[in-house]
């Protein structure tokens, strides 16, 4: 079994910023790139930030020079420092990783999968 669990939503009021954090455990060899997305109501699923085990990054426009992403291989978790948020950044905010796990066949190798977690809510709101 391989879990993602993000943390650090909330209320905030315009301007202000949320640290948020998806650690991922389990059978895990190794966790290759980690995304954030968010979905806010009616509307789809958006990529925010991504990152790749070295460190390359991208980011949507609407993220670029507010937020930014980051992460710590020892603790398999993956950071996004939000800033000068805006009501329009109100979404559930989803954790998305590809990671190997230790499950092994001797036809197909080390496992690997996309593993979403349950999300964190934010709220920008004055």
């Known amino acids: 079994q391989v879990q993602l669990v993000e943390s650090g939503g909330g209320l905030v009021q315009p301007g202000g910023s949320l640290r948020l954090s998806c650690a991922a455990s389990?059978?895990?060899?190794?966790?290759?790139?980690m995304t954030w997305y968010r979905q806010a109501p009616g509307k789809q699923r958006e990529l925010v930030a991504g990152i790749t085990s070295g460190g390359n990054t991208n980011y949507a426009d609407s993220a670029k020079g507010r937020f930014t992403i980051s992460r710590d291989n020892a603790k398999n978790t993956v950071y996004l420092q939000t800033n000068s948020l805006e009501p329009e950044d109100t979404a559930v905010y989803y954790c998305?990783?590809?990671?190997?796990?230790?499950?092994?066949?001797?036809?197909?190798?080390?496992?690997?999968?996309?593993?979403w977690g349950p999300g964190t809510q934010v709220t920008v709101s004055s």
């Open positions: 998305n990783a590809d990671i190997t796990t230790t499950y092994f066949s001797l036809s197909s190798g080390f496992k690997r999968e996309t593993y």
């Open positions: 389990g059978r895990i060899r190794s966790v290759n790139s």
